[in-house]
């Protein structure tokens, strides 16, 4: 396994550790805040995460992300909002704004849905879709076999697609 730096962790993996606390906080400062934390964390066990795989890595700092993310928010004693929907990206040019505010709309109405979904199914579906994160690196972080994230996520995504036809919407 080759030597990492701090320096090449963060490179790579600085953008999962800020998405999935944004995802969790919806704030910006918060999760700025909280991004430091994690990576003044990681320097101080560097030493203990040497022999971890790129995906051990990758699903242990994810792990601590969500983990002090939830802290942070339990601290702040608020529920806080977003203005942007998860995983909203930058508009495409041609997009009138009844599109834009149709799409922040359908936005708004999945990730409610997820919400209502059981965390130990809606947890690989947000690493999988708003974290990027293969298969392996989900069982990696969450501690399980590939065979029961993958059945989680089956199982989460009709509890999605149930929940948004409660919702009027079907996505078929």
Do not use: C
């Not at 608020?78 to 799409?103: I, N």
């Not at 130990?120 to 989900?138: D, T």
């Amino acid at each position: 396994m080759p030597e990492r730096d701090f320096d090449s962790i963060y490179e790579n993996y600085s953008r999962l550790v800020y998405w999935a606390a944004y995802r969790v906080l919806s704030d910006k400062e918060m999760t700025e805040d909280v991004t430091q934390n994690v990576f003044l964390s990681l320097l101080k066990n560097m030493d203990s995460i040497a022999g971890l795989s790129d995906a051990q890595l990758k699903g242990w700092l994810y792990r601590v992300a969500v983990n002090a993310a939830h802290d942070a928010r339990r601290r702040s004693g608020k529920e806080v909002l977003s203005d942007e929907p998860v995983g909203a990206e930058v508009a495409d040019s041609g997009a009138t704004p009844e599109d834009e505010a149709a799409e922040n709309d359908t936005r708004a109405i999945v990730k409610a849905a997820l919400a209502r979904i059981e965390r130990k199914y809606r947890e690989p579906i947000e690493m999988y879709y708003y974290s990027e994160m293969s298969v392996l690196e989900i069982a990696d972080a969450l501690g399980v076999s590939e065979g029961t994230v993958k059945s989680r996520m089956a199982r989460g995504r009709k509890l999605l697609a149930q929940r948004l036809r409660e919702k009027g919407i079907d996505h078929g």
